[in-house]
């Protein structure tokens, strides 16, 4: 027999398959083996780019030209609504488009996401490794979409006059915790989408209600007296708040941006992955 | 572990169950669910797909598996896969598993042969480096010239099988589960495949093939299985089985018993 090897769990040399009942499979075994397939989960979403840029004429273009597009018609709308004032006007243009670029790398966390274990039925059906594979490549392919319009950012930013700050280097940190908001919520989407096909029609809607309610088109400090207190439930007032303000503004974000953004993170991620991992065994069935 | 110690069986199947749980909705729904709750409605239907087998194949063996549609030979073949989880009973697994189940899974038409020869290698858990080892083998056995730089879209039927075929059997699995693989390739393909699957066998490693084409099931196996509607009929050379399970087919269901052979 040849050697195999030991240390992984879906291909080891030694199995035992027994009932279970919806519980947790054992979670070092399951990290570990979650940690060497990280390759394949990156290959499938490389693969997934390279596959939609091929028929393309735009290929990528296209991931930059669509928020900078919608950027621009959302600025004409808020300045209606402010009738006609334009004081800061260029802040607003550049915290619009910081705002909006991030809150589009997130709904694409929550829409590849949803549909990736569905998606991805045929491989599901015939291959054996932990299903957390599937949000979590869809998380990449998410950030990698999301990449060219970050670049796009800083001429953006130059252009307006807005100043560049040692607060600046500051910001990764808001994308680093709404990326594990965003994986936390992809996963949580995409069991919900193996037990109910509509969750995929109605998120569209559900993400327009979110832009608008998170700070995108108007300042974290903007929002009215009365909803302030309420406005900490929305995680993306954290996340994107603190975001915007390091990286357009170069101020540091006030303590309780902080605390909240990485308390949604933590809980988002913990929470999606324990309810993903318990229902995991169950898509096979479901699909 | 159990590799030093003396269990020479490949896998162990004891007393297994699968009873699949599936909603009869044709889509489910929040609309449906909801609907369904208004009138106090249960979703979901009971599948008796494997009843209570019981079975043992040591290592070196190539064990068919026939019976008829929906016998539960592919449920049998993902319990074993570790895709679907036993509702009942155990299943010892000795060695590492390579599926061809359902054909060019994880591939992904718009690529290339050669970019699905990687993703295809990632998604069976070899890595990078195992992959470009294996990559001129696969190649070359799947005899596809210079359509291996072409996207799979492009492949016929019997192209694509080819490669899929090609990559499932360089992953140097232990145990090669193979269920119907073998129906689009040409007739040159088929001699090669058998070659390479009786290959496999010679060198201790263990296969499993589905298949309705009982003459490959007498060629390339030395033990075999037949499954009816869940229950394990009969265990036996391939001979034996096949003459039994076609003598079943002529009778019919009620007038067949295993005695009268």
Not at chain 1, 44 to 52: H, L, T, W
Not at chain 1, 67 to 81: F, N, S
Not at chain 2, 131 to 147: H, K, N, P, T, V
Not at chain 2, 248 to 260: I, P
Request: glycine residues 8%.
């Amino acid at each position: 027999m040849n050697a195999t090897r030991t240390d992984e769990d879906f291909t080891s040399s030694v199995h035992v398959y027994e009932p279970h009942r919806a519980g947790l499979p054992r979670l070092g075994p399951y990290i570990r083996t979650l940690w060497h397939r990280r390759q394949f989960a990156a290959e499938m979403s490389r693969s997934n780019i390279r596959a939609a840029n091929t028929n393309t004429f735009f290929g990528q273009i296209w991931l930059v030209l669509n928020p900078l597009l919608l950027a621009c018609v959302y600025y004409v709308l808020i300045t209606i609504l402010r009738s006609g004032d334009t004081t800061d006007a260029a802040e607003r243009f550049v915290h619009l488009c910081a705002g909006l670029f991030a809150f589009y790398y997130f709904s694409g966390c929550l829409m590849t996401g949803a549909s990736s274990v569905v998606g991805g039925g045929k491989l599901l059906l015939n291959m054996s490794f932990p299903r957390l594979l599937l949000p979590l490549s869809a998380v990449r392919t998410a950030f990698f979409r999301f990449l060219p319009t970050l670049i796009v950012y800083f001429p953006i930013h130059i252009a307006f006059g807005q100043p560049l700050t040692w607060q600046m280097l500051l910001a990764p940190v808001f994308l680093v915790l709404l990326t594990i908001f965003g994986a936390g919520a992809a996963m949580m989407f995409a069991t919900l989408q193996v037990y109910f096909r509509d969750t995929a029609s109605f998120l569209p809607y559900f993400v327009r209600m979110w832009l608008y309610l998170s700070p995108v088109l108007w300042f974290a400090e903007d929002a009215p007296e009365r909803f302030e207190s309420f406005m900490i439930f929305n995680p993306l007032y954290s996340l994107l708040g603190g975001w915007t303000d390091l990286l357009v503004r170069g101020q540091i974000p006030d303590l309780s941006l902080w605390i909240f953004g990485v308390a949604w993170a933590a809980a988002a991620a913990i929470v999606g992955s324990l309810f993903f991992m318990s229902r995991e065994r169950e898509f096979v069935v479901r699909l | 572990m159990t590799t030093t110690s003396a269990t020479p069986d490949a896998v162990v199947v004891e007393n297994v169950s699968l009873t699949y749980r599936t909603t009869f909705e044709r889509v489910p729904t929040f609309k449906t669910a909801i609907v369904r709750f208004g009138r106090g409605e249960r979703a979901v239907k009971e599948v008796n797909a494997v009843q209570d087998v019981s079975f043992a194949v040591p290592h070196g063996n190539a064990i068919g598996i026939i019976g008829a549609n929906g016998a539960g030979k592919s449920t049998l073949m993902r319990m074993v896969a570790g895709i679907l989880p036993p509702t009942k009973g155990r299943i010892q697994v000795n060695g590492r598993v390579s599926t061809l189940l359902s054909l060019g899974v994880g591939f992904n038409a718009a690529l290339t042969g050669r970019e699905n020869v990687v993703l295809g290698g990632l998604a069976a858990g070899l890595s990078r480096k195992e992959i470009q080892e294996r990559y001129e083998e696969i190649a070359d056995f799947a005899e596809l010239g210079e359509f291996i730089d072409m996207p799979m879209r492009t492949y016929s039927s019997g192209m694509f099988q080819r490669l899929a075929f090609s990559v499932a059997v360089h992953m140097d699995p232990d145990i090669l589960l193979i269920d119907e693989a073998l129906s689009a390739g040409d007739a040159k393909f088929k001699q090669k495949a058998a070659a390479k699957m009786k290959d496999l066998v010679t060198n201790a490693r263990t296969m499993f093939l589905v298949s309705h084409a009982l003459s490959s099931v007498r060629d390339l196996c030395n033990d075999a299985l037949w499954l009816h509607k869940g229950k394990l009929m009969m265990r036996g050379t391939p001979n034996e089985v096949i003459e039994a399970y076609n003598t079943f087919l002529k009778v019919g269901e009620d007038a067949f018993s295993l005695e009268d052979l």
